[in-house]
């Protein structure tokens, strides 16, 4: 067994309260083998976090990773305009290349950013997988299906590529790709191809991701006809336990009964939710009802960024603005929601330090100016920590970053590559 020993620091526990200790990981085995007093002192390899907090990596459970291409390129517009008029006709331009390339500046972020593990629902889905593999972080990948607009046979083809690719690529780069079903929404996949595919993904046994109850737009066809939306999908088997789906904005209270029965999970994007004007989700309601909340960026077209922290802030000052209760989402609540949360939502190893878990861990700094004093460190990490902040990142055991310096990837070359891929792209949708 070689060791790697996070050493000098304080660990956030489980149970969200910080205790000095050292974090010894076995390697090989993508392990934590103890956290305690002095035991990484004679590791192999050590990390140093003093004057710094050691928290389990950050799981970025719903994204659009390669849309870093699109950072900045449409602003200020609700989410269908948004989408009709600028995201997907730029997104038609894409090829794979482009795909990867948003893939890679995006790990490379995540990386900086103290995550180590994403979702993520988009196409050329092995370009995604392939920047994952290099990256060394964990991801449930999965094919957007959108039927929309699309003849039968077409929309066809997309669900059953969607299908395949779960099929495929489940248990790529060393068993840190899993994948999932994606039907891209309620709204954009219609109830027949659902009906001859879903079988098909539950056969394959791999959860189901989907966007739902994001706008009122979404909303309003089921109740025109007397229904909700997480009703309807309830009815046609798409809230299983393992299926989690991205936004739960505008959700009543029979639907979250229904999540809160079928053991099925929402991810909140706070930051998206609130740049496309989509509405506040009733998360301390989730939360207070059992449902399994994490926390998600989105794509960083609608961030404009990938940093989980600010998506902490985010999630504990909205969801106090949305439920009118300064108590509500508190510090560790959202901390939760953005690591074992997350993580189990998302159905990825991590989300906790402690003997057995994966070794997927971040060291956030303290000896900065806006973490000074240092009351609580829980608190700063929900309300004042930024992705900036974290010095080291580790995951499956492995250093990713070092000293806020990236081991795998070339950082200047990654951005380079995509400024290029993205000025092309933009030409060529315009």
């Not at 060394?136 to 607009?149: N, S």
């Not at 996949?189 to 098909?200: T, Y």
């Not at 300064?326 to 560790?332: L, R, W």
């Not at 900065?368 to 010095?391: E, F, I, K, M, Q």
Request: glycine share 10%; proline share 4%; net charge negative.
């Amino acid at each position: 067994m070689t060791t790697l020993g996070i050493t000098g620091g304080r660990v956030l526990r489980p149970g969200m309260t910080v205790e000095r200790a050292d974090v010894l990981v076995d390697r090989e085995a993508g392990e934590i083998v103890d956290v305690g007093s002095e035991v990484g002192a004679d590791a192999d390899e050590r990390l140093d976090a003093s004057e710094a907090v050691v928290l389990p990596g950050l799981v970025n459970a719903h994204t659009h990773v390669a849309m870093t291409l699109l950072r900045g390129y449409a602003d200020d517009k609700p989410l269908d305009a948004w989408l009709r008029e600028d995201v997907w006709p730029a997104e038609a331009a894409m090829g794979p290349e482009d795909v990867r390339s948003g893939a890679r500046l995006g790990a490379l972020e995540m990386i900086r950013s103290g995550t180590t593990g994403f979702v993520d629902m988009y196409f050329e889905v092995p370009e995604v997988a392939a920047a994952v593999d290099e990256s060394g972080l964990r991801a449930r990948l999965g094919h957007g299906v959108v039927t929309v607009g699309k003849e039968e046979n077409e929309a066809r083809e997309d669900a059953a590529e969607s299908v395949a690719i779960a099929e495929e690529l489940d248990g790529a780069a060393g068993g840190r790709v899993r994948t999932a079903f994606m039907p891209h929404s309620l709204t954009t996949v219609s109830d027949e191809i659902l009906a001859e595919f879903l079988p098909e993904a539950r056969e394959a046994g791999v959860p189901v991701h989907f966007h739902a109850n994001e706008t009122r737009a979404e909303v309003e066809p089921f109740a025109e006809r007397g229904e909700r939306p997480l009703t309807h999908a309830r009815e046609r088997g798409l809230l299983d336990p393992a299926d989690f789906l991205a936004h739960g904005v505008h959700l009543d209270g029979e639907e979250i009964d229904h999540l809160a029965e079928t053991g099925a999970g929402v991810v909140h994007c706070p930051a998206s939710n609130m740049k496309l004007a989509s509405g506040t989700a009733p998360v301390q309601r989730l939360l207070d009802a059992g449902v399994a909340v994490g926390l998600g960026t989105d794509g960083a077209a609608s961030n404009n960024d990938l940093d989980m922290l600010g998506e902490v802030r985010d999630a504990a000052l909205l969801g106090k603005l949305g439920a009118d209760d300064a108590s509500a989402v508190a510090a560790p609540d959202a901390v939760r929601m953005a690591t074992a949360g997350s993580a189990a939502v998302a159905g990825l190893p991590g989300g906790r330090v402690a003997p057995g878990a994966a070794a997927d861990l971040a060291v956030v700094s303290l000896d900065r100016a806006h973490l000074t004093p240092v009351h609580d460190p829980v608190s700063h990490l929900a309300y004042a920590a930024r992705g900036g902040d974290v010095r080291h990142t580790v995951c499956d055991g492995r250093v990713l970053m070092r000293d806020r310096e990236v081991l795998t990837l070339d950082a200047d070359a990654v951005r380079a590559t995509a400024q290029e891929r993205a000025a092309a792209l933009v030409d060529r949708a315009a």
